[in-house]
């Protein structure tokens, strides 16, 4: 069993649809959760970063994360084409001089207009 | 504000041919430091990290090897590349004690 499981997608939404990604993991040592953004063929981006259980909303972009049920959510309100891209979730224990993190395998997600 | 450069940007060599990716940030100082590579429809596998100059941990058993020479710069390299080493490297920084990372433009990579 892998320690992080996303669902791998693709996912095709209709423009202004809400969008729900997620992630599941088994290391209860996980404190540090993140989501990226990937658009093809670029670095992933930065896009949301949550410490421990709790909502965190940016925008259009809301963060979950339940370490008690060891799940973390991303949802997109009001979704757009440029939404369109490769989601990542990841995550890391901290704690330790360098934070060495643990990604899913990316959800596909495209919003077509 | 903080910067991290890649390059080249894309690269196309022969097998058994030497490979340099470079890789600088901008904007910080001491930073903590990593390549990944991703293959085609796969996750980021984690392949070295640097906590400070010099310090080079490997994670994955492979042909590659990398270095730390000043403080915000990391290269990545091999002395003979294999068909299996093609993909999209990728640089990442982050501060000391933050869990996030922060990741370069990539550098693609196909070996041929």
């Known amino acids: 069993q892998k320690e992080v499981e996303q669902d791998p997608g693709p996912l095709s939404v209709p423009e202004g649809a809400i969008v729900s990604l997620n992630c599941t993991y088994s290391?209860?040592?996980?404190?540090?959760f993140m989501w990226y953004r990937q658009y093809s063929r670029k670095g992933p981006e930065l896009l949301m970063y949550?410490?421990?259980?709790g909502n965190k909303e940016d925008g259009r972009f809301t963060a979950q994360v339940d370490k008690s049920s060891k799940y973390i959510s991303l949802f997109i309100r009001d979704s757009q084409p440029s939404d369109s891209a490769t989601y990542l979730c990841?995550?890391?224990?901290?704690?330790?001089?360098?934070?060495?993190?643990?990604f899913g395998q990316g959800t596909i997600l495209t919003v077509h207009p | 504000s903080q910067t991290i450069h890649q390059w080249p940007a894309t690269l196309v060599q022969p097998v058994g041919s030497p490979l340099s990716l470079e890789c600088t940030v901008e904007?910080?100082?001491?930073?903590?430091l990593y390549w990944y590579r991703q293959a085609a429809g796969r996750g980021l596998q984690l392949l070295f990290y640097?906590?400070?100059?010099?310090?080079i941990s490997s994670e994955v058993p492979q042909n590659l090897s990398a270095s730390r020479p000043q403080d915000r710069q990391f290269i990545l390299s091999s002395k003979k590349l294999l068909l299996s080493d093609s993909g999209f490297y990728l640089c990442?920084?982050?501060?000391?004690?933050?869990?996030?990372?922060?990741f370069g433009p990539g550098t693609r990579l196909l070996v041929l």
């Open positions: 990442a920084w982050d501060g000391q004690g933050i869990g996030a990372q922060y």
């Open positions: 290391n209860s040592a996980f404190q540090y």
């Open positions: 949550t410490y421990s259980s």
């Open positions: 990841a995550m890391s224990a901290g704690g330790t001089s360098y934070g060495k993190l643990t």
């Open positions: 904007g910080t100082s001491n930073p903590n």
């Open positions: 640097s906590v400070g100059i010099g310090q």
